[in-house]
């Protein structure tokens, strides 16, 4: 005040600077916090498939400001660290297995002893196979006018190519099967 300045005028100016600065580097903040979460927290790698709310993808860079993720279709997508520190992430690349449950339709007016093959040749293809680390096989319902059968097949391991290839070749053992045992899907 002894040089002629308001000296509450500055503090205020100061202060409201302070505070358009703090507001322009709360986001910038926020996503460097979300990196060092990732880092730390290491809920994923580079290359791993991973799914959250709104994106999936494999992972292809992680960044200070942000993670980007190559989706099914081929395109990048770039999710701010912000939200990948408070997301709720799947790591599809950590599952130990790959589960599929599929229905197989017979019409109702098979013979009992027809289903009774049917549900043993599933449970000879599907468990028999060197991938194969847990099966459950049930005759569960009558649909309308036919039977459901329902296979539930967990595959050893999380390579996807791997599996779909297997996938398909049991299924195609089993199509070819009942083909031959005169077992029709309905």
């Known amino acids: 005040q002894n040089l002629g300045i308001d000296i509450t005028a500055v503090i205020t100016s100061l202060s409201i600077g302070g505070l358009a600065v703090g507001l322009a580097a709360q986001d910038t903040l926020g996503n460097l916090f979300g990196a060092v979460a990732v880092f730390v927290d290491k809920p994923f790698r580079l290359g791993d498939q991973i799914k959250l709310d709104g994106a999936e993808g494999a992972v292809e860079a992680i960044g200070l400001r942000s993670t980007r993720l190559r989706n099914p279709d081929g ?111 309905a």
């Open 75 to 185: 395109q990048l997508v770039t999710v701010p660290n912000k939200i990948m520190g408070n997301a709720i992430i799947t790591n599809i690349t950590a599952r130990p297995n790959i589960k599929t449950t599929m229905n197989l339709v017979l019409a109702q007016s098979l013979p009992a002893e027809k289903v009774k093959r049917a549900l043993a040749l599933l449970k000879e293809i599907y468990g028999a196979h060197p991938m194969t680390a847990d099966l459950s096989i049930s005759f569960n319902r009558f649909a309308g006018r036919h039977i459901n059968i329902q296979i539930a097949h967990w595959w050893r391991g999380s390579d996807n190519a791997k599996y779909l290839v297997g996938i398909q070749a049991m299924n195609l053992e089993v199509k070819e099967r009942f083909d031959a045992e005169g077992i029709s899907l």
